[in-house]
C-alpha cells in the first residue's frame, strides 16, 4: 500500500525576472514502515521535495497524494496528525522546556496538559531524549535538539515521519545513533522520508537527486554509501 505518492511533481521559486525549477517532474512513492532517504548536493532539491511532500509547499505541476488522498491546494491542514515534520526550531512561546515543547502537539489537538506532558515525556524517552525534558530547548546540543524535535513529531502518533538532514552538524557516532533510531521508527511501522547530505546504510531507498531530479534509486547494498560503524564487540565474561 502506498502511503506517499508524488506524481510529475515541479516546482519553481521566482528570482527577481529570473526563474528557478526546484523540482522537475519528480515522481515518488512512500509505503508504510518505509524509510526513504533521499541524497544529494546543497539547491539538488531535496529540502523542496521534502516541503512538498510534507504540505509546507504547494507544487506549480503535479500531484501529491496522502493516503490515496489528492492534497491540492490544501495544505498540510488535510494531513491533521498523519504526518510529522522535524523541525528543531522552538518559539520559546510554546514554553521553557523540552517537555513543554514536545507537548504542545498533543495539547493542540485537545489533550489535558498532564495526559499531554506524560505522552511528551514517553516519547523522548522512546528516543534517547529523556534527560532532555527539563531543559530549555536553547541549550540542546545539535544531537539533543534533533531527537526533540524527533519526538515532537511524533508525539501526535503520525504514519508518516519527515525530516531534513536529521544528521546534520552531528559526530559520527551520534549519525549511527540517529540512522539507527530512524530504522527502528520504520520498523514499528512509521514511512519515514529524510533528505540527507551523503548515502548512507540503514534506509530500504536511497534516492539521488540532483538539479531538482530523481537520478536513480537503489537499495543500500547495491550504492556507494557510507556505512554504519561497526559494534565494537561486548568484553567476554
Given at each position: 500500500m ?11 521559486y ?10 522537475r517532474?519528480?515522481?515518488?512513492d512512500v509505503?508504510?514502515?518505509e524509510l526513504?532517504?533521499?541524497w544529494?548536493?546543497r ?17 506549480d505541476?503535479?500531484?501529491?497524494r496522502?493516503?490515496?488522498r489528492?492534497?491540492?491546494g ?12 522535524c ?5 520559546q512561546?510554546h ?20 495526559a499531554?506532558r506524560?505522552?511528551a515525556s ?10 532532555c525534558?527539563?531543559?530549555d ?6 544531537a539533543?535538539?534533533?531527537?526533540a524535535?524527533?519526538a ?15 544528521t546534520s ?6 549519525r ?13 511501522g ?14 530500504d531507498r ?8 530523481l537520478r536513480?534509486e537503489?537499495?543500500?547494498e547495491h550504492?556507494p ?8 564487540a561486548?568484553?567476554?565474561?
Open positions: 502506498t502511503l506517499l505518492e508524488l506524481r510529475d511533481v515541479t516546482k519553481r521566482a528570482l527577481g525576472r529570473l526563474e528557478r525549477v526546484a523540482l517532474a519528480v515522481s515518488l509505503h508504510p514502515g526513504v532517504a533521499v544529494g548536493l539547491r539538488s532539491g531535496r529540502s523542496t521535495l521534502l516541503r512538498v511532500a510534507a504540505g509546507i509547499e504547494q507544487p505541476e503535479g500531484v501529491v496522502f493516503d490515496g489528492d492534497l491540492g490544501r495544505g498540510p491542514g488535510p494531513l491533521g496528525s498523519a504526518l510529522g515534520f523541525s528543531t526550531r522552538f518559539d512561546a514554553g521553557t522546556t523540552v517537555l513543554d515543547h514536545v507537548a504542545i502537539g498533543r495539547i493542540a489537538r485537545g489533550a489535558g496538559r498532564n499531554a506524560s505522552a514517553g516519547v523522548l524517552e522512546r528516543v534517547g531524549a529523556g534527560h525534558m527539563g531543559f530547548p536553547r541549550e540542546l546540543e545539535p539533543e535538539a534533533i531527537r524535535g524527533i515532537r513529531a511524533l508525539v501526535t502518533e503520525p504514519r508518516l515521519l519527515v525530516l531534513d538532514e536529521p552538524g552531528v559526530d559520527l557516532l551520534e549511527d545513533a540517529l540512522l539507527e533510531l530512524l530504522r527502528s521508527l520504520a520498523d514499528d512509521i514511512a519515514v522520508l529524510a533528505a540527507v547530505g551523503e548515502a548512507v546504510g540503514g534506509a536511497m534516492l539521488a537527486i540532483g538539479d531538482g531530479q536513480g537503489t537499495v543500500p550504492a554509501v557510507v556505512p554504519l560503524r561497526p559494534r565494537r561486548e568484553p567476554s565474561a
